[in-house]
């Protein structure tokens, strides 16, 4: 018999049809391709082999009665409609399914458990905050292009078989917004909540009050968004400019309380809780300015321009306690979050104590001084708050003259105070300025848009661990969590919003909710690297310094080195030594290299052929003691420590206008002292030393300078004092002529100028490169 070759070829390719036609859920074995990048960092995660695509024809399935998992299933599918184009219906399947169940089993309450098979997706929680947590991640193990606002036709949704188990370190994920300083609108407030529950935050501290302006409408209280929400002009450039220029613009805005509610419900939507400020005693000027009876001194008074603190707080009058409760009331009726932040900070005095009414008022309540007061308003105010059942939280400031007994503590001033407040058993929530404050910059290159000051890099971020060391194991269950902030001063559009924030807060995000254990920065940065993608779809100004090129000159002692550095490692870096543009054809960075003579290195990554980050070009000269030995007496604080003390000799100039370029040395109340070992005697003819002037930002050149010099190190003779120094804002150079000299050690000794002529208190000192010809 012969067999028909076309019957058996038609039988083979309608069997093929029916099987793929037949199949629920489409199988990918190559589940490589797909790229398994969670930010956050996941508490236990396994992948398998295989994956499941999400298509038109997939359910959701509900296996509880909880009416919150409504808001779960609304933003899934208000997600695919925008980049998929298409809703996921509610159906009854068990394959081709999505499936969120409640299971009381799972002990935190916003941890969830993810389990992907080639069936179905199964997101389970105790409570509907770990189903949306689940669906976060379900998020990020889908293409990049899910965060987009358009369809994204060529797109196959396909998630990697997988399997998860999480819950947050911290149940206090949050993150702050001053809305006061520069106002940002009800949709921009929206975005930073998206952005935030992008990345598992449970919190959005919304600052709404300030000298510059009260931003918040009060039924009871018109004037305040009359008068108190718009200011007459805002402070041109730098606080530390002199002297201060305003535009002249009438500039402000305020949300009604419809747009409140509205904002309010849109977070619960995303399990974030909101939690307002109202600031008191002090940054009260724009009240003042509204209803002036607020104040201690007469007026006129009106919203102000500058930045910084006003001297004009409010006086503890009983007109002044019923003026906050009816303003504290309205508050309380918009914002159910469990917390009232009352601020309680940066509050000056000198109208306090200036003022009969309020001294008669310390003698009466045997009050010792004007923190004893500070405390006895702050204890007032919370006792009203918590007879409507809300708890206070205020800025670390309330610890002075004595914490009221339910307050939590926000540690901002680094962390003492929340130390302080733990050991008191009061909750805390720590904000330290050095790791959590998103308005420094975060690079040194020149080009990055004007910030308040600071350094505050992706890394140091990350490095963040809330819990401090001297905190027993039970005084650390006070420690609630961590929060990362954004104060507006130099910060005009939402764009410059994003590109402040983010990644920061997404390292801080990592923070706050992965186990110690699981932390890794060079892990993290790789999933960054991918994180980029849906920045990118989600249309997040995020600022991206993966490759942006770090210049360090060290000083060996015999010479100097150069070594480059990237967050990212998958680059190559080219680099040339006469000033010429870098290109592939140039040097190949493997290692650090030496340096012999003057240069002017330029750098720049290149990724897959193209240019990635920005490149950077420094200019190395040499002069007697670089690349030399150099001690200190006292060294830099860590915020201003640059790439450490032999940088004062390795022949790199540092900014004349920027203090924060990586290469000066600040010290914070100590003088500068140190010792330069040349390596054999040398003839020396001058000394050269650099200090840096800008008083608005408390840094002071020294009171004097002294220069030494020594054959062996022990016995130093003085060659130089230099007294009286002055000089315009930036660098100031002090130059020592030294005839007939010759020497093997160099003493330096500048003598810091104590505490602040105006206000009291530490003032920096920053030092350079230490010159000898």
Not at 45 to 56: A, P, R, V, Y
Not at 330 to 356: A, M, T
Not at 396 to 406: C, F, Q, R, V
Not at 462 to 486: D, H, R, T
């Amino acid at each position: 018999m012969q067999r028909n070759n076309n019957d058996f070829f038609t039988i083979i390719i309608i069997l093929l049809l029916m099987t793929v036609s037949c199949s629920p859920a489409r199988e990918k074995t190559n589940p490589d391709n797909l790229k398994v990048a969670i930010i956050p960092q996941p508490e236990k995660l396994t992948i398998k082999s295989g994956s499941f695509e999400i298509n038109k024809s997939t359910q959701l399935k509900i296996e509880s009665e909880h009416p919150d998992v409504q808001y779960v299933l609304n933003y899934l599918n208000d997600r695919f409609e925008k980049a998929a184009g298409f809703r996921l219906p509610l159906g009854s399947s068990d394959e081709n399914v999505l499936v969120f169940s409640l299971n009381e089993n799972i002990q935190n309450r916003e941890g969830y458990h993810l389990d992907v098979d080639s069936r179905q997706i199964h997101i389970s929680a105790s409570q509907p905050a770990g189903l949306f947590y689940g669906v976060q991640t379900l998020l990020q193990l889908l293409p990049p292009e899910i965060y987009a606002d358009k369809v994204q036709q060529k797109t196959e949704w396909i998630v990697p078989t997988i399997a998860i188990e999480d819950a947050p370190r911290f149940s206090y994920r949050g993150l702050h917004l001053d809305v006061a300083r520069h106002f940002f609108n009800v949709e921009e407030v929206k975005s930073y909540i998206d952005d935030l529950a992008y990345h598992k935050m449970n919190t959005f501290h919304w600052h709404l009050t300030e000298d510059q302006g009260w931003r918040i409408e009060i039924k009871k209280y018109p004037k305040l968004t009359e008068i108190g929400a718009f200011r007459k002009g805002t402070l041109i450039g730098h606080y530390s400019d002199q002297p201060h220029q305003f535009d002249g613009k009438r500039y402000g805005g305020f949300y009604t309380q419809e747009e409140v509610k509205e904002v309010v419900q849109y977070a619960k939507e995303r399990f974030v809780s909101v939690i307002p400020e109202i600031e008191l005693p002090g940054h009260a000027q724009a009240a003042i300015a509204a209803y002036p009876e607020l104040a201690c001194s007469e007026g006129p008074f009106e919203v102000w321009q500058l930045w910084g603190v006003s001297e004009n707080v409010y006086c503890p009058k009983e007109e002044t306690f019923q003026f906050l409760e009816d303003v504290l009331t309205e508050v309380i009726d918009l914002f159910p979050s469990k917390y009232i932040h009352i601020g309680g900070d940066e509050c000056p005095k000198k109208s306090w104590k200036e003022s009969e009414f309020c001294q008669s008022l310390m003698k009466r309540e045997g009050l010792k001084n004007e923190h004893e007061l500070q405390s006895w308003f702050i204890t007032r105010m919370e006792q009203f708050i918590n007879s409507k059942g809300r708890n206070i939280i205020g800025w670390d400031e309330i610890l002075e003259g004595g914490l009221a007994p339910n307050a939590t503590v926000m540690s901002w001033r680094g962390e003492q105070g929340g130390i302080e407040a733990a050991k008191q058993k009061h909750d805390v929530i720590m904000t330290p300025t050095t790791y959590c404050y998103f308005d420094y910059y975060q690079s040194d290159h020149p080009d990055e848009p004007l910030a308040i000051g600071g350094h505050l890099p992706l890394k140091k971020v990350y490095a963040y661990n809330p819990v401090p060391e001297e905190l027993s194991a039970e005084e650390a269950k006070y420690i609630l969590g961590v929060q990362g902030n954004l104060w507006s001063e130099y910060i005009k559009t939402y764009d410059k919003v994003e590109y402040m924030v983010y990644p920061r807060a997404t390292a801080l995000a990592e923070v706050a909710w992965s186990k110690l254990e699981h932390k890794d920065f060079e892990d993290f940065v790789k999933r960054l690297g991918h994180h980029f993608k849906r920045f990118d779809y989600a249309g997040i100004n995020a600022a991206n310094h993966l490759y942006e090129l770090e210049l360090n000159a060290h000083a060996t002692g015999k010479g100097i080195e150069i070594e480059f550095k990237t967050l990212a490692e998958d680059a190559a870096i080219f680099y040339t030594t006469d000033g010429t543009t870098p290109t592939q054809k140039s040097n190949l960075y493997k290692r650090p290299f030496p340096l012999t003579e003057n240069a002017t290195i330029r750098a720049q990554a290149f990724l897959k052929g193209k240019k990635a980050g920005r490149g950077t070009e420094q200019k190395v000269r040499f002069h007697q003691a670089a690349g030399k030995s150099i001690a200190l007496k006292s060294q830099p604080a860590p915020l201003y420590a640059g790439s450490g003390i032999t940088g004062l000799i390795n022949g790199i100039a540092a900014s004349e206008t920027n203090f924060k370029d990586g290469e000066w040395l600040g010290f914070i109340g100590d003088d500068f002292e140190a010792v330069i070992d040349l390596g054999e005697v040398k003839n020396i003819e001058q000394v050269k030393l650099q200090f840096f002037n800008d008083n608005g930002s408390w840094i002071f050149l020294p009171s004097e300078v002294m220069i030494y010099s020594s054959d062996n190190g022990i016995d130093f003779k003085k060659q130089g004092l230099e007294k009286n120094i002055s000089g315009e804002n930036g660098i100031v150079s002090v130059l020592f002529p030294i005839e007939n000299t010759n020497a093997q050690y160099l003493k330096v000794l500048a003598k810091n100028l104590g505490e602040h002529p105006k206000t009291g208190g530490d003032v920096w000192l920053f030092v350079d490169e230490i010159v000898v010809e």
